[in-house]
């Protein structure tokens, strides 16, 4: 069966990571039989970093505050976490289905398929989102 995607709940997840007067930093969309679905949201990272289990494969819009002691601003990931126990035919499909999501998420800085938990590190994101922003003008913090 051909999986879909609940466009309307997903998008309405997406925007609230989008909302600059919203204090929500991350989403995540879950597969729920063949249908890709919204698993939740919030504003403590380390809730969506809970879900990245093993034996699960889900996809994430993360906002990452960057910038230097002048500049701050926000700065947007999409994360496909596929872990270590998901089966062979979970993970290929995974890679036609993130253009389902990618038609609801389409604005952000940097993409990152992770099976490592330690690639979901904060800081760890942080610095590949500041490799991708190109210059880096924050001289006194090297």
Request: with cysteine; proline share 1%; charged share 30%.
């Amino acid at each position: 069966m051909a999986t879909r995607i609940d466009k309307e709940a997903c998008r309405e997840a997406y925007n609230l990571v989008r909302d600059d007067t919203s204090d929500i930093c991350w989403a995540s969309f879950k597969y729920d039989g063949s249908t890709i679905v919204p698993a939740g949201h919030g504003s403590d990272y380390e809730e969506f970093k809970s879900q990245c289990a093993d034996d699960n494969r889900l996809f994430g819009f993360v906002r990452i505050t960057t910038g230097d002691a002048m500049s701050k601003r926000a700065k947007f990931t999409l994360i496909t976490w596929i872990g270590e126990n998901v089966s062979g035919l979970q993970r290929a499909k995974i890679s036609t289905d993130k253009s389902l999501v990618k038609d609801i998420v389409q604005n952000f800085a940097k993409e990152f398929m992770i099976s490592d938990p330690r690639e979901l590190e904060e800081d760890y994101l942080r610095n590949e989102l500041k490799k991708a922003g190109g210059a880096n003008y924050d001289a006194q913090a090297e």
